[in-house]
């Protein structure tokens, strides 16, 4: 049998011996039919008056991106930073430093300024001028012509201090202790001793003379300072 007659969808064929009756397919492999659409028709060019009416799009793009104005770019500056201050901090701690030192000493001086005009007299004049001396011990009282003679007593070096003692002010003014004070030719301290006058107060323009001795005085004293002093005697 033609294969052609079975059709695409086969067809009922009947035996001529047995007269059985089938459905015969055509063969795998045989050509089958396939039903090609048509194209559709190409959309007709546009005209000039539908092209003036609707314009391109890149065009309008274009048209609006040069009617805007070109975008401005501020450039934003770096935050500063904060200038150290090391140097500074460190001139401050030196400034502050000199400033404790110098009131630690400015303290110590007028604290004790007793002990530091005793051993430095010249010292009074300072804390006069700066205004915050002490009151000055036997205020009103002169003590004038201080001599020392050396002598021997008893087989010992004796040194022997004659003075005078004039009351200048207008009223009695009692008498403070005494002190004598041997120095080397270049003012160096050597030894000191604490002494009394017997009359304990003086009337105004009253002079009193006084003696005191001490024994085996340094070879190297020649300097004598007589001051009047807070101490005991026997201090």
């Known amino acids: 049998m033609d294969p052609l007659s079975l059709g695409p969808q086969g067809r009922r064929v009947r035996c001529t011996k047995c007269k059985n009756v089938w459905l015969q397919t055509p063969p795998d492999d045989m050509p089958r039919r396939v039903d090609l659409t048509e194209p559709e028709p190409a959309p007709p060019p546009p005209t000039a008056s539908s092209a003036a009416a609707a314009p391109d799009a890149s065009v309008v793009?274009?048209?609006?991106?040069?009617?805007?104005?070109?975008?401005?770019?501020?450039?934003?500056?770096?935050?500063?930073?904060?200038?150290?201050?090391?140097?500074?901090?460190?001139?401050?701690?030196?400034?502050?430093?000199?400033?404790?030192?110098?009131?630690?000493?400015?303290?110590?001086?007028?604290?004790?300024?007793?002990?530091?005009?005793?051993?430095?007299?010249?010292?009074r004049e300072i804390y006069a001028a700066l205004g915050i001396a002490n009151p000055v011990l036997g205020k009103g009282l002169e003590i004038s012509n201080i001599t020392m003679v050396s002598q021997t007593i008893d087989g010992q070096p004796v040194l022997v201090v004659h003075g005078e003692i004039f009351n200048?002010?207008?009223?009695?003014?009692?008498?403070?202790?005494?002190?004598?004070?041997?120095?080397?030719?270049?003012?160096?301290?050597?030894?000191?001793?604490?002494?009394?006058?017997e009359k304990p107060q003086l009337a105004p323009g009253e002079t009193v003379t006084f003696t005191t001795t001490a024994k085996n005085p340094p070879k190297e004293a020649k300097l004598l300072e007589v001051t009047f002093t807070e101490k005991a005697v026997g201090s």
């Open 168 to 197: 200048k002010g207008q009223a009695g003014i009692a008498v403070p202790n005494l002190l004598a004070t041997l120095r080397t030719q270049q003012r160096q301290w050597l030894f000191d001793w604490v002494f009394k006058i």
């Open 61 to 123: 793009a274009a048209a609006s991106a040069a009617a805007s104005p070109p975008e401005e770019r501020v450039a934003i500056p770096p935050r500063p930073r904060p200038a150290t201050r090391k140097g500074m901090s460190a001139g401050l701690g030196i400034l502050i430093l000199l400033l404790v030192i110098i009131g630690l000493a400015a303290a110590a001086g007028y604290f004790f300024q007793k002990q530091v005009v005793a051993s430095w007299p010249d010292a």
